[in-house]
């Protein structure tokens, strides 16, 4: 995994201004991953990574980004981050659940969402989800308004160039369609497993998986 941070996401620290996410080159890409998930396979022990589900936002030959979706995150609450951001209303007239988004920048915030709602530095995944890193969305979502469904990543993972690649060759990851009830479901203790029904596959079946939640 590379460590290289993505510019200008919001943290607490961060100005209140829009934030800017590369996106992907333009045009079709067969080989992309973009919109699809990544299910940990039993084989890949970094424990950082065990049993992960992650939402790939970018994948394109200079490396690719994600979020992992099935780690919940207790504290801080939405409401206590909203105040460490000085975010207004709060209490939110809404709340989004949080998440370890991955090991790359966890003090800064990314925010994946349902496509029906973008704004100014908005990466649109595809066109049923986008990925925004600026104060905007938070605030359109305490004011009760914004994407139907979200989610906050506290970091995310990132990949060098070629690298995700090689590690699919190397069986670390299976990929799979992502959908909305996977991605935001609440649920996250059967997210992996749950991914991998998606491709009809039992997890007892897999080297290393039996014992496994």
């Not at 609440?186 to 991914?195: C, D, F, G, P």
Request: with cysteine; net charge negative; glycine share 10%.
């Amino acid at each position: 995994m590379t460590r290289k941070p993505l510019p200008d996401t919001l943290a607490p620290e961060a100005p209140a201004g829009p934030a800017m996410i590369h996106p992907p080159a333009a045009g079709p890409d067969e080989t992309s991953l973009a919109g699809q998930v990544l299910i940990a396979m039993p084989s890949l022990d970094d424990p950082r990574f065990v049993h992960s589900v992650i939402y790939v936002c970018a994948h394109t030959a200079e490396g690719a980004m994600g979020i992992v979706i099935n780690r919940p995150l207790a504290q801080p609450s939405f409401e206590d981050l909203l105040r460490q951001l000085d975010v207004a209303p709060v209490p939110p007239a809404r709340t989004i659940r949080l998440c370890s988004g991955g090991p790359v920048d966890n003090a800064r915030g990314f925010v994946l969402h349902s496509a029906d709602w973008t704004g100014e530095g908005s990466l649109r995944v595809n066109q049923e989800m986008a990925l925004t890193a600026s104060l905007d969305v938070l605030k359109v979502i305490a004011g009760g308004g914004g994407p139907r469904h979200g989610l906050l990543a506290l970091g995310y993972a990132g990949w060098g160039p070629g690298q995700l690649d090689s590690e699919m060759q190397q069986n670390a990851w299976l990929s799979a369609p992502a959908d909305e009830a996977l991605v935001f479901d609440a649920q996250t203790e059967t997210t992996w497993r749950r991914a991998l029904a998606k491709l009809k596959i039992d997890p007892l079946l897999l080297s290393g998986a039996a014992g496994h939640a």
